[in-house]
T-cell receptor, first 110, second 114 residues
């Protein structure tokens, strides 16, 4: 069935770049999304990319999409302690529902 | 401000009791969703509704029920048939009912067993 997979944990130093990776199985996704979840809160939509794009940049965030390998990544430039959170990628399955990855916990050390 | 409001933030359930989680949105979105989140896991879809007076089961609907009598409201009832209800529950909404519309989330309700 449809699946979205992410690595579970990433630790970086403040000021470094963070790269969070995601792979998905359903190539019919029209959009792919990145969400951020802070402790005890809901999910905040960070950015999304249309499936016919390779890259999208939004301030410190860069999304790269490799359709051939079904690989999506989120790069955060100049990572700050406030970026510490869980990051979810999500894609549309062929049923039209969003399928979420397990989430990547980003730890930013001062 | 437009958004999604979930209440209460914390809820406790006794054995054999049904409890209802509230979700209200003022974004004028047609579609609404309920997800369950367990520690270290992604979100699992419980129920969704693409239009008023209509809803469909998600992947883990057993032990839950919903209603959609108004566009703004999509309450979730956790029934006594749900044997492991302790989790973080998230409500979301989107303009359309398909994955080409981003979903916007409330701040969640944490349900625990007494």
């Amino acid at each position: 069935g449809e699946d979205v997979e992410q690595s579970l944990f990433l630790s970086v130093r403040e000021g470094d770049s963070s790269v969070i990776n995601c792979t998905y199985t359903d190539s019919s996704s029209t959009y792919l999304y990145w969400y951020k979840q802070e402790p005890g809160a809901g999910l905040q939509l960070l950015t999304y990319i249309f499936s016919n794009m390779d890259m999208k940049q939004d301030q410190r965030l860069t999304v790269l999409l490799n359709k051939k390998d079904k690989h999506l990544s989120l790069r955060i430039a100049d990572t700050q302690t406030g970026d510490s959170a869980i990051y979810f990628c999500a894609g549309g399955g062929n049923t039209g529902k969003l399928i979420f990855g397990q989430g990547t916990t980003l730890q930013v050390k001062p | 401000d437009g958004g999604i409001t979930q209440s209460p933030k914390y809820l406790f359930r006794k054995e054999g009791q049904n409890v209802t989680l509230s979700c209200e949105q003022n974004l004028n979105h047609d579609a609404m969703y309920w997800y369950r989140q367990d520690p270290g896991q992604g979100l699992r879809l419980i129920y969704y509704s693409q239009i008023v007076n209509d809803f469909q089961k998600g992947d883990i609907a057993e032990g839950y029920s919903v209603s959609r009598e108004k566009k703004e409201s999509f309450p979730l009832t956790v029934t006594s048939a749900q044997k492991n209800p302790t989790a973080f529950y998230l409500c979301a909404s989107s303009m359309g009912g398909f994955s080409n519309q981003p979903q916007h989330f409330g701040d969640g309700t944490r349900l625990s067993i007494l």
